[in-house]
Structure formats: C-alpha cells, structure tokens
C-alpha cells in the first residue's frame, strides 16, 4: 500500500509539472489578454490540452495515492513537481539548465527523501469525526482569512507573495485531507455516499480557493518570496493534519536531527531552483 502511495504521489507530482510546462507552452503563443477570449485561443493550442490532461491525470493520481497512504507521507512527495516542472521546461522551451540548477534539483530530492525515510510516516485511517474536523476547518480558514486582511494592496511585494504563497499552501493542504476523506468514503460505501457527504464538497470549494491564492501571490511578489513559503507550507500543514485528522504517526526523538537536515536542504533546493525558473520559463524566439 505504501508503495503504490509513493508511486502514485511521484506520477501525480511528475503529471501536474507537465501541465503547467504544456500550459505555460501554450501561454507563450497566444496574445496578452484574459477572460473567454483567451480560453477559447488557448483551447485551439494542442499543447494547452494536454497541459489540461496533465492537471486532470495530476488529481487522479493524487486521489489514488491518498486512498493507499498517510497524508504526511503524500502530500510532501508533490515537492518534486518544481523540479519536474523545470526538468520538463528546459526541452520544452529549449532552454538550458546552469549547473546551479541541476545543484538545487539534487538537493530537494536528497532532502525530500532523508525527511520521509527519518520520519517513516505511517497510518491507515480515512476518516476523521467532526469532533477533529471542527477545530482544523476554524483554523485553516481563519488563518487564510488573516493571511488575505494582511495582505492587502500596498504592502511590500517580498511580504504579500510569501502571505499569499502560505494561505495557498494551507488551502492546498486541506483539500488534500477533505480529499483523502471524500475518497475514503468512495472506496468504502459507493458512489452515492461520496456524493452526499460534506467532504466532497468541501475539496472543490478549497481546492479552487487554493488556485485563486495561488494566482494571487504570484501577482503580488517574485517567486523566490512565494514558491518556498508554498512548498514548505503545504508538506507541513499536511503533516499536521495527517497526525490530528487520521491519527497518523512519524517517529521522534533524535530522528527530528535528519527530518530538519533535510528540511533545510529542501528549502535550500527550492530558494536555489526560484532563481532559476525565471529564466528557464522565457519562450524561446
């Protein structure tokens, strides 16, 4: 189960990079613009649709791979969508990776491996009573909503991305676990409980959420100040809510020494990597 969890987190993390890597392809060969009109040219791009396949394929894996292991376990592994998203750009876009690149994509996944082999999450539940969900839906959403009040126009650029890049990283988070619940209940009872239970609700209304904050923090800052906020966010609060929601479990003690060695070469990796993404994301002429 474990395995297959690990393999289908990988294939969801490696399907979402290649639909932001087609979709921003795409984005490259039509004119600046926004609302229908540009929908409707990016639907005649090939590669616009199979970035839209990419994301589909990307949530797909994700249910799968939340159905088979711990929240704590899948959420972190979708770390390695930045470095496959920039391994896909370079051919894509025909551009080159400097070796600072290549530097910063060994570091995230060095590190992004010593944290989940030290902490050895483990946990089979995929439901959670209301008695847990009240507490953890109070304060998501109000730290969201603190992190949207504060973050208002006029703010310095570094400070609003990194507040916006953590409220989408919180969001994110709980969709997966409103996910993880939702199908659970699939799996379980049928396609008729999964369609009456608030959960399958709730990760639409947050997962939506999450893309919105996302697209906002992007606006507001550069990448460097919202991308680590983003990725370390998400594998935290996930590892969070993993052990409050379903009971999950990592291990302690002296094994805290690897989990934040390698935390700090992940985030080493991905501050090292927002440098470099810039770059590699301009279309070639």
């Given at each position: 189960?474990?395995?297959?969890?690990?393999?289908?987190?990988?294939?969801?993390?490696?399907?979402?990079?290649?639909?932001?890597?087609?979709?921003?392809?795409?984005?490259?060969?039509?004119?600046?613009?926004?609302?229908?009109?540009?929908?409707?040219?990016?639907?005649?791009?090939?590669?616009?649709?199979?970035?839209?396949?990419?994301?589909?394929?990307?949530?797909?894996?994700?249910?799968?791979?939340?159905?088979?292991?711990?929240?704590?376990?899948?959420?972190?592994?979708?770390?390695?969508?930045?470095?496959?998203?920039?391994?896909?750009?370079?051919?894509?876009?025909?551009?080159?990776?400097?070796?600072?690149?290549?530097?910063?994509?060994?570091?995230?996944v060095a590190g992004l491996g010593l944290v989940l082999v030290a902490a050895d999450p483990s946990g089979a539940e995929t439901s959670a009573p209301m008695a847990r969900w009240i507490p953890?839906?109070?304060?998501?959403?109000?730290?969201?909503?603190?992190?949207?009040?504060?973050?208002?126009?006029?703010?310095?650029?570094?400070?609003?991305?990194a507040v916006l890049g953590s409220a989408s990283a919180i969001s994110n988070a709980l969709t997966a676990a409103l996910l993880k619940s939702a199908v659970g209940t699939l799996e379980d009872d049928?396609?008729?409980?999964?369609?009456?239970?608030?959960?399958?609700?709730?990760?639409?209304?947050?997962?939506?959420?999450?893309?919105?904050?996302?697209?906002?923090?992007?606006?507001?800052?550069?990448?460097?100040?919202?991308?680590?906020?983003?990725?370390?966010?998400?594998?935290?609060?996930?590892?969070?809510?993993?052990?409050?929601?379903?009971?999950?479990?990592?291990?302690?003690?002296?094994?805290?020494?690897?989990?934040?060695?390698?935390?700090?070469?992940?985030?080493?990796?991905?501050?090292?990597?927002?440098?470099?993404?810039?770059?590699?994301?301009?279309?070639?002429?």
């Amino acid at each position: 189960m474990i395995a297959l969890a690990v393999l289908f987190a990988v294939l969801g993390a490696a399907s979402n990079a290649m639909g932001t890597a087609f979709q921003r392809k795409a984005a490259s060969r039509v004119p600046q613009g926004g609302g229908l009109r540009l929908i409707l040219q990016l639907a005649r791009q090939p590669a616009w649709l199979i970035g839209i396949a990419g994301v589909a394929g990307a949530a797909l894996f994700q249910a799968l791979a939340l159905v088979n292991g711990p929240l704590s376990l899948v959420q972190p592994l979708f770390i390695l969508e930045l470095p496959f998203a920039l391994m896909i750009a370079i051919p894509l876009l025909h551009r080159s990776l400097p070796g600072a690149g290549w530097w910063a994509v060994a570091g995230v996944v060095a590190g992004l491996g010593l944290v989940l082999v030290a902490a050895d999450p483990s946990g089979a539940e995929t439901s959670a009573p209301m008695a847990r969900w009240i507490p953890i839906l109070i304060l998501c959403l109000s730290a969201v909503a603190v992190a949207v009040a504060v973050s208002r126009p006029g703010r310095p650029p570094l400070f609003r991305a990194a507040v916006l890049g953590s409220a989408s990283a919180i969001s994110n988070a709980l969709t997966a676990a409103l996910l993880k619940s939702a199908v659970g209940t699939l799996e379980d009872d049928g396609l008729v409980a999964f369609l009456t239970v608030w959960q399958t609700y709730g990760f639409v209304v947050t997962g939506i959420g999450a893309v919105l904050l996302l697209e906002n923090a992007l606006q507001a800052g550069p990448l460097a100040a919202s991308q680590p906020a983003l990725t370390i966010g998400d594998a935290t609060v996930s590892l969070f809510l993993g052990v409050f929601l379903f009971g999950e479990t990592i291990r302690t003690g002296w094994w805290l020494l690897p989990e934040l060695a390698g935390a700090g070469l992940v985030l080493w990796g991905v501050l090292g990597l927002t440098r470099v993404v810039p770059h590699v994301g301009e279309s070639a002429h």
